[in-house]
């Protein structure tokens, strides 16, 4: 039997928690983390979501003039940064905070302050490329940044300095990131969590963060190429003093086409949780998601360059990116197949949850057969550019990303708030967002086809794109209404929902066995894992009678004994209620312990014994002395002496809170 907890019995409380601002700024736990991730890329989403809004006021009909078009320009490139870098990447990290160390069987990430580190320049760097809007100055060369366009040759302005630099900052963000969580899942997973027994979003965030490492440089390359031809006079983009027209759309898209699936994985991941919760299965067929999880990846870094069928690549190049465009739809239709056999036959129930992870089973292979189109050049040259591609690349982003990480927050709220969130609202939030998903997004298939270009700013009334237009405007109106429901409805679940016990749902993995909350330690006692789905070997054997896992592999890891396998069980073994004490604690510690559940409440890390990073406000410092010392950049136009003594005084103040962070111990001498 595998280690599970039983639900205590005694409130989850947090006698000595810390509260106030000051332990927000200065936290290092993965789970305030988490939340603090959650809360500020649902910002942003909706900051994203203002910006779709003025666009589709724009394009509600012909030759409209609701804004400039200079700001036009600004919007959609906004738009598009936002949605893509500061709030679904920034999305996926909160559940990466708040689950992965719950998943493993950890008592946080392996880095913590460089955890928090890579919150604080995320949220200074989003702040950095967002605030220019408020001054007519944000970036409007698009999302993409296509050179020569934006080489100062053509755009002189400060616009484009902030998009190159913002992103910069948030690259960072997003590397640190992805060290600390390889380091922990490699190096800090529970006494038998072996590879094939970890849940599958992790799997999925394993894949995402060597997705991240091998990606996020190419295009750390291509922005700093970007950043010495505006700044320092060089000449890499520059097409007149010789430099490949197409060396940045190579780079970018590089860069770009695994970014499709750093956005998408985590939602799968989330999907694979929520679907067998919900219908009593174990996930169908879980070595071949793990492979297909592995092979998208691979796949992903072969297909960049149908992006640029129509740059004159020539036929072999055509030919050999439309064979992997073909290629990688092959494991992304296993998981597809995977959740619908995982469905089938199962005792579904439709939460809310539920809803919005089957709804991305579907409008995602919407998307993904779109794109499949794509790996025609033919096709793909009348396509390009157009609404069309508009229309796919939403189905897959928002009908597959966005509803996935819906999912997530319903299902998982629970389990970071201690609280359920309303069924009730979130049945009506889904269908309101689901309705208006599909009418803003679909018709643009249609004015795509008949040939309306992305990133117009009006358009004639006789070009036959004025329905669509405006089916898709009415479509937005409904899908803001929808989002503001699930955001009313986060909100006051948050204050006053039902308080949710461990396991509200009856799921089958590590996290749901602790506290909702859980306390700072996570697990009191680190558990010992014999199987993919712990919890169901012991409420419900029958679910987890197929899942196979080896004695040998038990024992080789000292957590098997010499109790009886059957069906690949181990049976009769029971563990303690890691909330209640620890056989690993100080001196002490059980007494202490014993005190705290007689006071029906938890234990701390301290009665138990246990060492905990301290918290820190290095890693805020740390990462303003980055921003400051990017931001010099901004200056040197106007004045060399000011830029490069800003860009001094950042570097001092970094290496400076630097030394302080390394010196400073990371918990109390034990």
């Not at 392996?110 to 760097?125: E, H």
């Not at 002490?588 to 060492?611: H, Q, W």
């Not at 400051?628 to 060399?640: A, D, E, Y």
Request: net charge neutral.
């Amino acid at each position: 039997m595998a280690t599970t907890v039983a639900a205590p019995a005694y409130a989850p409380a947090h006698s000595e928690e810390a509260t106030g601002l000051w332990s927000w700024l200065t936290t290092v736990d993965h789970k305030r983390i988490g939340i603090l991730y959650l809360f500020t890329s649902l910002f942003f989403f909706v900051w994203g979501g203002v910006e779709a809004a003025i666009i589709r006021a724009q394009l509600a009909a012909p030759n409209l003039n609701v804004v400039s078009a200079d700001t036009y320009n600004q919007i959609f490139t906004m738009h598009g940064t936002t949605m893509v870098f500061l709030a679904i990447m920034p999305l996926s990290a909160a559940f990466f905070n708040l689950l992965i160390p719950l998943q493993v069987g950890a008592r946080d990430v392996a880095f913590p302050r460089l955890n928090a580190f890579s919150y604080w320049i995320y949220l200074l760097g989003g702040i950095f490329i967002s605030l220019p809007v408020f001054f007519h100055a944000a970036p409007d060369g698009g999302w993409f940044g296509y050179t020569p366009l934006t080489t100062k040759a053509h755009s002189p302005g400060i616009n484009i300095d902030f998009w190159v630099i913002g992103l910069q900052i948030l690259g960072i963000s997003t590397l640190a990131a992805s060290f600390n969580f390889i380091t922990t899942i490699v190096n800090m997973r529970a006494p038998g969590m072996n590879m094939m027994r970890m849940p599958m979003f992790t799997w999925n965030t394993f894949v995402v963060q060597f997705l991240v490492l091998l990606a996020f440089p190419v295009i750390t390359i291509a922005l700093q190429f970007l950043i010495f031809d505006r700044f320092f006079g060089t000449n890499f983009y520059t097409t007149a003093a010789g430099a490949d027209p197409l060396l940045w759309q190579h780079l970018f898209w590089i860069f770009g086409h695994p970014e499709v699936y750093i956005l998408i994985l985590p939602a799968f991941g989330l999907v694979s949780e929520v679907i067998p919760t919900f219908s009593r299965k174990p996930i169908f067929g879980y070595p071949v998601m793990v492979y297909a999880t592995v092979l998208i990846g691979f796949l992903g870094f072969g297909v960049w360059a149908h992006h640029m069928f129509s740059v004159g690549m020539g036929p072999i190049a055509d030919s050999v990116f439309s064979l992997t465009t073909m290629l990688i739809a092959i494991p992304t239709g296993v998981k597809i197949f995977n959740w619908i056999s995982t469905m089938w036959g199962g005792a579904l129930n439709f939460t809310t949850a539920m809803k919005f992870a089957v709804a991305l089973v579907g409008m995602f292979t919407v998307g993904g057969i779109s794109g499949v189109m794509h790996s025609s050049p033919p096709a793909d040259l009348q396509q390009t550019d157009t609404y069309f591609i508009v229309a796919h690349f939403h189905y897959v982003l928002f009908g597959g990303s966005m509803f996935g990480l819906f999912a997530g927050v319903y299902h998982y709220f629970p389990k970071f708030s201690g609280r359920l969130m309303s069924e009730k609202l979130g049945n009506w939030s889904f269908w309101i967002m689901f309705l208006g998903m599909n009418l803003t997004f679909f018709p643009m298939h249609y004015s795509g086809l008949l040939g309306m270009p992305r990133r117009i700013y009006t358009y004639d009334a006789d070009q036959g794109y004025t329905l669509f237009n405006q089916l898709s405007t009415l479509g937005t109106t409904i899908l803001i209404v929808g989002i503001a429901l699930t955001l009313h409805n986060l909100g006051r679940s948050w204050r006053k929902g039902e308080r949710a016990g461990n396991d509200p749902w009856g799921a089958g993995t590590l996290e749901w066995s602790i506290p909702s909350p859980p306390p700072d330690y996570n697990f009191a006692e680190l558990p010992n894992v014999t199987s993919r789905y712990p919890l169901w070997d012991v409420k419900a054997p029958e679910l987890t009678r197929e899942v196979p896992h080896t004695e040998a592999g038990d024992r080789r890891l000292g957590i098997g004994g010499p109790q009886a396998v059957t069906n690949g069980h181990e049976m009769g073994e029971v563990h303690v209620n890691p909330t209640a004490g620890s056989a690993h604690a100080g001196e002490g510690a059980p007494v202490m312990a014993n005190a705290a559940a007689s006071a029906r409440r938890l234990p701390t890390a301290k009665e138990l014994g246990i060492p905990m990073p301290n918290p820190s406000i290095m890693p805020l410092v740390c990462a303003t002395g980055v921003v400051v010392m990017f931001c010099g950049l901004l200056f040197l136009g106007k004045s060399m002496a000011t830029g490069v003594g800003i860009m001094i005084l950042g570097a001092l103040w970094w290496v400076a809170s630097l030394y302080n962070w390394l010196t400073t111990p990371l918990e109390d001498a034990h």
